[in-house]
């Protein structure tokens, strides 16, 4: 089963002189986020993702990773196939620029992300992901108890996940995202060559 998890961030709007623009962004590895907040004798859940956790998708050519609105497929803003969706992979981050093109900046869903952002409703940036099986990665993901001195939740550690998607939405969790939406100068980026696959 997919899964949702929501990464917070700001956001810069700026108009495009030539009508493409860039949306840049980060995605950071080893922010804790709180997913529940416990209570009722439950203790809190935080989540966190290990430094390369999505390079398997990333890195594989033929997998394509989309950036939505919303976590909605019916509503795209780029691609990694289609080559307007550029990954740049770190231990620090998993980092982004797509290229909004004129075309959709003429669709409905477009015209309703600017109203949305407009009026500060956008505030960060969710992947949609499956961890990876067990019978292809022994540990893809881990559940550890916090360190006491700082609290007393459990910590979902994820050590390989399979990327679909990140998608704009209104509701953060995680620190330390950053967006920044700009004119694109350069026309399209080709991606730099993949890394070999990790899993099948």
Do not use: C
């Amino acid at each position: 089963m997919e899964s949702l998890s929501v990464y917070s961030g700001g956001l810069e709007l700026r108009a495009a002189g030539d009508g493409t623009r860039r949306l840049s962004g980060r995605f950071p590895y080893k922010s804790l986020a709180t997913i529940h907040s416990g209570g009722n004798g439950k203790k809190p859940r935080k989540e966190a993702f290990a430094p390369k956790a999505f390079s398997y998708a990333v890195d594989d050519p033929e997998r394509d990773i989309h950036l939505l609105i919303g976590h909605d497929f019916g509503k795209p803003l780029a691609s990694k196939k289609a080559g307007t969706f550029l990954l740049n992979d770190t231990d620090e981050a998993l980092g982004f620029e797509a290229i909004i093109t004129p075309e959709i900046q003429e669709s409905t869903w477009w015209s309703d992300f600017n109203a949305q952002f407009s009026a500060g409703l956008i505030g960060g940036i969710s992947p949609g992901f499956r961890v990876a099986p067990r019978e292809v990665v022994p540990l893809p993901e881990e559940t550890v108890e916090e360190d006491q001195t700082l609290g007393n939740a459990l910590i979902r550690w994820i050590f390989a996940a399979i990327l679909f998607e990140l998608s704009l939405v209104t509701r953060p969790a995680y620190p330390n995202t950053a967006l920044d939406l700009r004119q694109l100068d350069s026309g399209l980026i080709v991606p730099a060559k993949p890394a070999a696959y990790r899993w099948r």
